[in-house]
């Protein structure tokens, strides 16, 4: 049985450390989103080159990183690879860095799907169109591929923003103070579990509403630009 009054009292008085680890759940969340666009683009442009080796790699790093659970990537990179790498180049990582980079690691994958889908979602002859206007291959992927492909994409890219949101969750296993850590934290010491937990999972919920919410307009504000057109 809930106990609202406990509850209430509980967001009322606790809910700058609330606010606290979500700030660090949406840090984590963008920062990922960010530099998971930018690994996925990378790794989604050596997959259409003709280097086979690269693409070889490229096809290994995303079955890996799609077959695998991400606590086990996470535990892999900041308990095993990421201190060695930091100490081989004599330079201190927080915990905090180390799982944002298993969180952009584990994106860039699936980003690396989505933003690839979505080139091959471009009609073939409007590349051939942009050749006979003069355009290298690179300035034809810039200007006129890669723009439409984002929108095409933009939706998933959205739903992976909101997954992670969700799954950096995870990063309390290792310590990483965000929200669910904190609540975690709380409950373990005023013993109203269901409470405690039921106050992140709403604050879960605004985020991913509002994420949503967000990415929605934006959609719908490219779409009524290319009707204008």
Avoid at 87 to 107: P, R
Avoid at 147 to 171: C, D, T
Wanted: some cysteine; hydrophobic content about 55%.
């Amino acid at each position: 049985m809930i106990n609202f009054a406990k509850l209430w009292d509980i967001l009322i008085s606790r809910f700058p450390v609330f606010l606290q680890g979500a700030g660090i759940t949406l840090q984590l969340a963008v920062v990922t989103v960010l530099f998971g666009s930018l690994l996925g683009l990378i790794v989604a442009l050596i997959r259409r080159s003709h280097i086979k080796p690269l693409q070889w790699l490229m096809n290994a790093y995303i079955a890996f990183i799609r077959g695998t659970p991400l606590l086990v990537q996470t535990l892999l990179l900041v308990y095993g690879i990421l201190p060695n790498v930091a100490g081989l180049m004599g330079i201190k990582m927080s915990k905090l860095v180390m799982c944002n980079i298993a969180l952009i690691i584990n994106s860039g994958a699936y980003m690396a799907e989505i933003i690839r889908s979505g080139i091959q979602s471009i009609d073939v002859g409007q590349g051939e169109a942009a050749a006979t206007l003069g355009l290298s291959s690179g300035q034809t992927l810039r200007f006129v591929v890669l723009p439409q492909a984002v929108k095409v994409a933009l939706p998933a890219m959205g739903n992976e923003f909101v997954a992670i949101i969700k799954e950096s969750s995870i990063m309390y296993a290792v310590g990483v103070y965000e929200l669910t850590y904190e609540a975690n934290k709380m409950a373990s010491t005023n013993y109203f579990y269901i409470e405690t937990m039921l106050i992140a999972a709403m604050l879960y919920f605004v985020l991913t509403f509002a994420v949503t919410t967000l990415l929605n307009m934006w959609e719908r504000r490219m779409r009524r630009g290319d009707r204008s057109v």
